[in-house]
């Protein structure tokens, strides 16, 4: 694993993406959402908006996860944040930007990894982690070598993503997310923390055992996994 302690994490990361996409005009990236990346991907956005960017017009997109319960078009659905965020200004066509299916949460995950498979694998999966440790959606206690299904949350990560709605009682209890095993097929991962408040869970993903109660600890089994910190995120390290 390689950690990479910067105040430019956000100009790291677009350039690992460019970098790829320019080598690879159909590259599969696979895309969070949440606050983390942001930067990251206003960076690329700038970039594109300058003229400076790669095409992408060849890309294809797996989100990481998705609520379930939530109306179609609902901005705080992951599929319309990452539109908004990313891949609408990357003139990335919506078409080309896979989720898994919250209208058909028993179906959706195998159906998900199928989608996922036949695209060759994701190339480049973009991380943030949860205060917990958590990945994607897997909570604390998801088995290593999870596909993608349907998850609860927990209490913590609901009050946690409260912020990006009305209140805790308007977040979702229910997710599809891609498991731990399905993040691990990805070839790169390249993680990105800020702030004080993820130290903990970045010093137990990085420098504790590989265990399910930390669900971001299973970078140290991937071959080539990069995580971006900035100081505050590195400080219990
Ligand atoms: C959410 C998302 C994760 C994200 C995590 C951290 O629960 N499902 O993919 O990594 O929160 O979010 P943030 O980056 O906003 O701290």
Redesign the pocket.
């Known amino acids: 694993m390689e950690v990479v302690i910067s105040d430019r994490s956000a100009a790291l990361a677009a350039d690992a993406v460019e970098a790829l996409v320019r080598g690879n005009p159909g590259a599969v990236l696979g895309l969070?959402?949440?606050?983390?990346?942001?930067p990251a991907y206003r960076e690329l956005v700038r970039r594109h908006d300058a003229g400076t960017g790669p095409s992408y017009d060849g890309v294809r997109c797996f989100l990481?996860?998705e609520y379930v319960g939530l109306p179609p078009g609902h901005p705080q659905t992951?599929r319309e944040t990452i539109f908004r965020e990313l891949t609408d200004a990357l003139g990335i066509a919506r078409d080309r930007v896979a989720s898994p299916d919250p209208a058909d949460p028993e179906h959706a995950g195998p159906r998900y990894e199928e989608t996922l498979r036949a695209a060759g694998g994701v190339d480049l999966q973009v991380?943030?982690?949860?205060?917990d440790g958590?990945?994607?959606?897997n909570e604390p206690g998801s088995s290593l070598a999870s596909a993608t299904r349907i998850k609860t949350?927990t209490e913590r990560?609901r009050r946690?993503?409260a912020r990006f709605f009305g209140s805790v009682d308007e977040v979702p209890r229910h997710?599809l997310?891609q498991g731990l095993g399905t993040i691990l097929r990805a070839r790169h991962l390249l993680l990105?923390?800020s702030?004080a408040?993820?130290a903990e869970a970045v010093a137990a993903a990085v420098e504790g055992p590989v265990s399910a109660s930390c669900p971001a600890s299973v970078l140290q089994l991937h071959p080539h996994a990069t995580v971006l910190l900035d100081d505050p995120a590195a400080s219990r390290l």
Do not use: C
């Not at 991380?127 to 205060?131: A, C, K, T």
């Not at 958590?134 to 959606?137: A, E, I, P, S, T």
């Open positions: 969070a959402t949440g606050s983390s990346p942001l990481l996860d992951y991380l943030g982690i949860g205060g958590h990945l994607g959606f949350l990560t946690d993503n997710v997310t990105i923390a702030g408040a993820k």
